[in-house]
């Protein structure tokens, strides 16, 4: 791929990424405040609970889909190890598709007791929640490979259908007095076509899969257990203190504003971390050849996604007040200052992943790893002073939330703005 293609391909990219993050942000707009007036804050959160656990993805991926990227962008041949990644995969979609069996009929309740839900919609909320974490485990791969073949055009189509089915699906079945049973399905409706969209444009990769040896194991393990790290600590992040929610506050109404809040927020970030997606694949690479080059780009990338996220919160914080009232009268005030900290924590994680991602493709991991361990310590300690102090609500856990996320992206700020990077000099 040559440089001009590089160029391309990122704004062939953003172009998707913007598109499709535009049309979801819109039929969120729409759609979510209508589905909120005909179920109720406190409804539109309990039908939230069964995603609690499809967040952890990243831990129980094991840092596969990022070794798979890697593995794609050397020049040697990989097939094994791509084999391998395959497989495992596979084996533990397999594995967690069998604890969610016994989670069933055990009748295991992971969702906490202060859950207002009847004993049989809580048994099968259990049960999708950790059946979506088994086919997000599958899903996540699929992108992964589609990303380290340059298509990564796709997978945002691929969310963009995603948010179509399942805010359309809510909407519908929010006219309806089906119970929550059928909501609960709308999820797992959504997570089985993008596994067959997915698919669809990808070879016949797990009919190849073959058994591998000692060795390709071994080769991909090394590169693994880095990115796992990385990848657990992004998974746990959001989950984590939703799963505070549910468990120590266990209100619909507090779990629907944090839900609201998170899913605009990630909306927000998602229309500036598009811009960044590329640069690891990119990254991975190119680092013996054109990183200097890359590193020119990433970094007036990243200079131009903090003015726009400057700019853009201005405007959103002129015009939230009006909106959040105009569609959330009741709890329109505890909705602007959660949705706000929420907000301005993703910001300044959009506005610095490029850095970010460019640094995994460098091999840097345990410098990201750090950083992201430090954040969540940082939330850690937070929300043990929050326990103890007993000032446990939506609002104090969600500034917790935010002030981890302010601290992992002011780092990654600072790098770019300071444009003095040793490791360039090692390269």
């Not at 109720?40 to 069964?50: A, D, F, N, P, R």
């Not at 796992?228 to 984590?240: D, T």
């Amino acid at each position: 791929m040559e440089f001009n293609q590089i160029k391309n391909y990122i704004a062939k990219n953003v172009y998707s990424g913007v598109v499709k993050t535009a049309i979801s942000f819109i039929l969120s707009l729409v759609v979510v405040p209508i589905t909120i007036k005909n179920i109720g804050l406190e409804t539109y959160g309990l039908i939230s609970i069964v995603t609690v656990f499809s967040s952890f993805t990243g831990v129980l991926d094991l840092g596969l889909s990022k070794a798979l990227i890697t593995f794609q962008g050397e020049k040697r041949d990989t097939t094994k190890e791509l084999s391998s990644i395959y497989l495992i995969n596979l084996i533990i979609f397999l594995l967690i598709t069998f604890l969610a069996l016994i989670i069933f009929f055990a009748n295991i309740n992971l969702l906490g007791s202060k859950i207002e839900l009847g004993s049989e919609t809580l048994s099968y909320a259990n049960f999708i929640s950790i059946f979506l974490l088994a086919l997000g485990v599958l899903n996540n791969l699929l992108r992964a490979s589609l990303e380290a073949n340059f298509k990564l055009q796709i997978v945002n189509w691929g969310f963009l259908i995603q948010s179509i089915i399942i805010n359309i699906g809510f909407l519908i079945l929010s006219f309806t007095d089906l119970s929550l049973m059928y909501f609960f399905l709308v999820p797992l409706i959504t997570s089985v076509t993008a596994i067959i969209y997915h698919l669809s444009f990808l070879p016949p990769i797990y009919s190849t899969i073959s058994i591998p040896s000692k060795n390709h194991l071994i080769n991909v393990f090394k590169i693994t257990s880095d990115f796992f790290k990385i990848g657990a600590l992004n998974s746990i992040h959001l989950p984590l203190i939703k799963y505070a929610i549910i468990f120590l506050i266990g209100d619909g109404s507090a779990i629907g504003i944090f839900e609201l809040s998170t899913k605009l927020s990630v909306l927000a970030n998602n229309l500036l971390a598009y811009v960044s997606n590329p640069f690891f694949s990119l990254s991975a690479k190119f680092k013996d050849t054109n990183l200097k080059n890359l590193w020119t780009i990433i970094r007036k990338v990243s200079l131009g996604l903090i003015t726009i996220t400057i700019l853009g919160y201005f405007i959103f914080y002129v015009l939230e007040k009006f909106i959040i009232n105009y569609f959330f009268g009741e709890y329109s005030n505890e909705i602007f200052l959660v949705l706000n900290f929420t907000l301005i924590g993703y910001l300044f994680i959009a506005a610095s992943e490029s850095i970010q991602k460019f640094f995994l493709g460098i091999g840097e991991i345990s410098r990201v790893t750090k950083i992201k361990f430090c954040g969540m310590i940082l939330n850690g300690l937070l929300l043990l002073g929050i326990y103890y102090s007993k000032n446990i609500s939506v609002l104090s856990l969600s500034v917790s939330f935010a002030i981890s996320l302010i601290f992992i992206g002011s780092y990654w700020l600072f790098m770019a703005l300071s444009n003095n990077l040793q490791v360039l000099k090692e390269k």
